[in-house]
């Protein structure tokens, strides 16, 4: 048990590495458009909104083949659709319980779970704040806004 707790761990941690450095890309990419986001058009705001969107998405899939990578590995399931598989419902937390580890293993779709939400609440946040600035700019540049 011991040893899929280590392994389970050394994945959470590499996957947190991964995601961390998409956020960086992702905001070194646009920082600039951000930041300008007043004089963008609402086109030009929903396709930053959608690079932003669209690289979260590739890197959750990612990092749940990572996970499914390790399961099949490691013979913790018998083909690689079955692993990405029961890796996405795991890392969405959806836990459908159709396709399940053997005891050894179960510890380590525990902590996949774990991974998962941190992950997608980081994202939530960090989507959150970026459509903040791109959709509502206006009202912080407002010096009237917060008199309202």
């Given amino acids: 048990m011991f040893m899929v ?10 996957t947190i590495i991964i ?14 458009a951000v930041r300008n986001a007043r004089n963008l058009s609402g086109i030009a705001r929903l396709c930053l909104t959608y690079v932003f969107v669209l690289g979260f998405v590739f890197a959750h899939f ?24 029961f890796s996405a419902v795991t ?5 459908y319980g159709d396709v399940t580890l053997s005891g050894g293993w179960r510890i380590g779709s525990a902590i996949e779970g774990v991974n998962g939400i941190l992950l997608f609440g ?3 946040a ?5 459509s903040g ?16």
């Avoid at 707790?5 to 590499?14: K, W």
């Avoid at 995601?19 to 920082?31: D, E, M, P």
């Avoid at 990612?62 to 598989?85: D, N, T």
């Avoid at 960090?126 to 970026?130: S, Y």
């Fill in 19 to 32: 995601h961390g450095l998409v956020v960086t890309c992702l905001y070194s990419l646009c920082i600039g």
């Fill in 126 to 130: 960090f989507l959150f704040k970026v």
């Fill in 122 to 124: 980081w994202t939530t």
């Fill in 5 to 14: 707790i280590l392994l389970s761990a050394g994945i959470l941690f590499f």
């Fill in 62 to 85: 990612f990092e749940i083949v990572i996970w499914a990578v390790a399961y099949r590995a490691l013979g913790a399931l018998e083909s690689m659709e079955e692993a990405v598989y």
């Fill in 91 to 95: 890392f969405a937390t959806i836990g």
């Fill in 133 to 148: 600035t791109l959709w509502f700019s206006e009202d912080s540049e407002d010096p009237k806004a917060g008199q309202r």
